[in-house]
């Protein structure tokens, strides 16, 4: 999976790049709200804001286009249990790679849906209980997390008057996060949960684009 997602993300990225000569490339602006969870913890709300461009594909079909961005995700989860409260603030650098298809419903409302593989690296965050903190992605020891993600998103949205784009989404990770995955954490009946939980991170995202140049 990890190898035919890395080619895909190529083959869009050079699809783009042999394209790019031939037409001006829309720079937009995104930000929005995620909701994100890693293992069914707990969920977490968060933001991104970054850069994305697409590119048309009439050679494939009418209306599909690729496109690839450089978001700054903030991702985690969170649980109360009792009156402790575990919690976990990962920022990623996020780069999804989606195949899509745009029709029109009118001159200025135009319906689209896109799907694709992301990548994404840990630069940073805390995590732990209450005041208890460490570097989400620290050693082992200290149950930091990977830094490498890896997952399929997909996203539907309406854009207005080819400059505004209003849109909601899902990622799903592939890669489990702990550093300590296999380990037997032991299952606390009382509290009817793993100890030891896979991470997979999960994120229903809500965004708002802007184009606001050509490359």
Request: charged share 20%; hydrophobic share 40%.
């Amino acid at each position: 999976m990890l190898k035919k997602s890395l080619f895909f993300c190529l083959m869009v990225i050079a699809a783009i790049s042999a394209n790019a000569q031939a037409q001006a490339l829309p720079l937009e602006g995104v930000v929005g709200l995620n909701s994100s969870n890693m293992g069914d913890i707990g969920s977490k709300i968060g933001f991104h804001l970054g850069v994305k461009t697409d590119i048309a594909l009439p050679s494939v079909s009418n209306g599909v286009y690729a496109n690839a961005g450089a978001l700054l995700s903030s991702k985690g989860a969170s649980v109360k249990i009792y009156d402790i409260t575990y919690k976990v603030d990962a920022y990623y650098l996020e780069i999804p790679v989606h195949i899509g298809y745009k029709t029109a419903l009118n001159d200025d409302f135009f319906l689209y849906g896109e799907a694709g593989p992301y990548l994404a690296f840990g630069l940073f965050g805390k995590a732990g209980v209450d005041k208890e903190k460490y570097n989400t992605f620290g050693s082992a020891e200290e149950g930091g997390l990977k830094r490498f993600d890896l997952g399929l998103g997909i996203k539907v949205g309406l854009e207005i008057k080819k400059k505004y784009t209003l849109s909601i989404g899902y990622d799903w990770g592939f890669i489990d996060a702990s550093r300590n995955s296999g380990e037997d954490g032991g299952y606390d009946e009382e509290l009817e949960m793993d100890m030891n939980p896979t991470m997979k991170n999960t994120n229903f995202s809500i965004s708002f684009g802007y184009k606001f140049k050509t490359l």
